[in-house]
């Protein structure tokens, strides 16, 4: 439940932002993150929130696992399963995605 | 690198850079080999970690005087039984409770949510605290929040509060906060922890420099440890050259998401809503300053107050199998495998103990990815 999962910004509206997870797009609040986010950046989620700005050059490295994650995980997998519970905990976007 | 050029063995051992991964394990084999101690025993606090240990066969490569155990790190897991006992309570009462969904099948002192939705009452399953607002702002019905999780979930109750709940949503704060449970585990004379390795994602919010306290009073050495397997064996590379060093250094292993001082602002939302108070975490210990608690300003929106349920129990011997010794595994003291009923009697589609039950406990993670691929295990 810890687990968080990556993605990349799109929009920003307000204290919303219209995150891209690997092909998916959701809404994830910004409320909690610590520094100004603007769209093009990377941010952790959890639980619907942007907890962490992730620095540009290291994005790499963190989207390795959730890549490897979502590729090759059968439905039970339970590392899958929690990041599948994360962009469950992220609102899906009105209007066409 | 394709599939197919990956190593396979050991269950699941996969790598995306073997060579880096195999030049790890031989530093740590060295470092473990110059350690003045018959065994190593380290704690990480996460489940999120035991899953990347166990899915992605780590302990297979690590030298057997080396033990990686896991300990409290399984919010769902620690949640008390009086603290679901709570949950029925108030599902009986008619209120509509939402929770995660590993909470479900958690035992009670004689009945789990599971069991009330069996008997009629309403439990909605979500996956986020704004999931939960909704069912309230949409439905007009009375919906309490059963809240678990660490700091980290913990900052989204907070901020949510915050932005204002309609007044028929209430939070029912089972919230834990990690590092007096890592200062308990430290304390415990029997388990020898020699250090740990920090939960990264729960160190986003708070910060690495937080551990320095716990390191120096307990002698321990703390890493801050990120998820993908190389980060992993890195942290624990760093971690036992640390103990090798008789080190109380704390190390931040996983500075692309980790500062020193964390996240401030889901620092100053989380004490603005929360407060720490003692609590027993279940099959461990009265952990002081291990529960988040709603401050008596947000009373309004407190569970407990509203309804009047704080410290209800049901009133009978628990039905749990005195055979769980989920507790003593979660402090490092037992393994899954010393467990008579582990995938016999206790398999997680009937789980006996909470260890079973959330994808965050070593029972079932262990059960999942094959138990514990580890040569130390079977050869001692
Ligand atoms: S296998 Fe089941 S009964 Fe045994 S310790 Fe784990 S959760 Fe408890």
Redesign the interface.
Known sequence: ????VPGRILEIHGPMAIVDFFGVTRQV?L????EPVAVGDYI?N????A??R??ED?IE??L??YE?LIR?ANA????A??VQ??L????RTRGPQ | MG?SERPRGAGEL?F?DPKRAAELAKAIERTVAEIDRERVSVMHV???HE??IA?FGLRAILPKKLDVIMGPGC??CITDMPEVDEAVALADKGVRVAT???MMRVPGTTRSLADAQAGGATIDVI?????AVEIARTTGDEVAFFA???E??A??TA?TL??GVPENFTVLSAHKYVPPAMELVAALPDTEIAGFLA?G??A??TGWKLFEPLARKHHTPVVVAG??PL?ILAAILKLVELVRDKSDAVENMFP??VTEQG????QA?LWDVFTLGGGFWRGIAWVPDGNLVLRPEWAHADARVRHGISGVREASTPAVSTACICGDIMVGRKTPHDCTIFGTTCVPEAPVGACMVS??GTC??WF??GGRPDLAEVTR
């Not at chain 1, 409320?31 to 610590?34: A, M």
């Open positions: 439940m810890c687990l968080g609040r409320d909690l993150v610590d952790l959890h639980v619907g929130f907890i962490r992730i620095p290291d490295g963190t390795s696992l490897e090759e039970d997998d339970l590392m399963a929690d519970g994360e469950d905990a992220t609102e | 599939p996969k995306r996460c489940g999120s899953q990347a899915r919010p769902v995660y969904g590993d996956y986020s605290v704004a999931q678990t999780g660490f980290t979930t900052v989204a901020a915050r932005q939960a994602h729960a986003v919010i998820f993908e980060d692309r998401c996240n401030r602002n889901a939302q994808s965050e079932k993670i999942q990815y």
